[in-house]
Structure formats: C-alpha cells, structure tokens
Nanobody, 125 residues
Framework: QVQLVESGGGLVQTGGSLRLSCVASGRTFSTYHMAWFRQAPGKEREFVAAIRSIGGNTYYADSVKGRFTISRDNAKSTVYLQMNSLKPEDTAVYFC??????????????????WGQGTQVTVSS
C-alpha cells in the first residue's frame, strides 16, 4: 500500500510559477513509476507528466511540454512538478499517481495503482 499526499497548489497569475510536491509513504518509493494528472471542472482527468522508477525517463503532455518539469527525489520519497509560464487553461485539480508496473502507455489512468487526494491550482487571467 502507498499513500500519496500532494501540496503546493494555490492561486497564481498568468505567467507565474508553482511547484507541486507529492510525498509518498508505505512501500519503497524508488520502485514506483510516478505521474501527475489534472482534472478541470466538467472535464475528464488528463495526463500531465510521468517519470519512470529506473532511469528517470520523463514524459509530458503536449500542452505542458517546455513549461512543466517533473522530477523525483527518492531519498525524500517525493515527486515534484515545477510549473512555469502558467496559463488560465492550466487551472485544475492536480493529482499525483503511482504505478508498480508501467508499459508504454504512461498516460492511461488505468495504469496507475495509487492516487493522491489532489491539490487545486488556479491561474487567473
């Protein structure tokens, strides 16, 4: 069992930055592939970014590529999402997710075994 707790959300103006954190507890963090998803009101949950457990390969949605950076600190059992150049369309609840096994479909919600409660990010225009 893995518990995930996100933090770092808030209200920011267009063009601003935020850094989200997700702390994991339970089984060995370093063995899990980690990801961030987001869900805006009335929309489905969508993939934002992922990072593999071994090798640290990263993946991004086209909508955030070049603006967001995912990273992990295994010593702190934490995954981060640095968000720069924020836009109003980035407004959503952001969720952290963990997967024990992850194939090529890193963006599929069904691939992930554990989810956090989410943290709200609001970008004002």
């Amino acid at each position: 069992q893995v518990q995930l707790v996100e933090s770092g959300g808030g209200l920011v103006q267009t063009g601003g930055s935020l850094r989200l954190s997700c702390v994991a507890s339970g089984r060995t963090f370093s063995t899990y592939h980690m990801a961030w998803f987001r869900q805006a009101p009335g929309k489905e949950r969508e993939f934002v970014a992922a990072i593999r457990s071994i090798g640290g390969n990263t993946y991004y949605a086209d909508s955030v590529k070049g603006r967001f950076t995912i990273s992990r600190d295994n010593a702190k059992s934490t995954v981060y999402l640095q968000m720069n150049s924020l836009k109003p369309e980035d407004t959503a609840v952001y969720f952290c997710a963990a997967a024990w096994m992850l194939g090529t479909d890193v963006a599929g919600t069904a691939r992930y075994d554990y989810w956090g409660q989410g943290t709200q990010v609001t970008v004002s225009s």
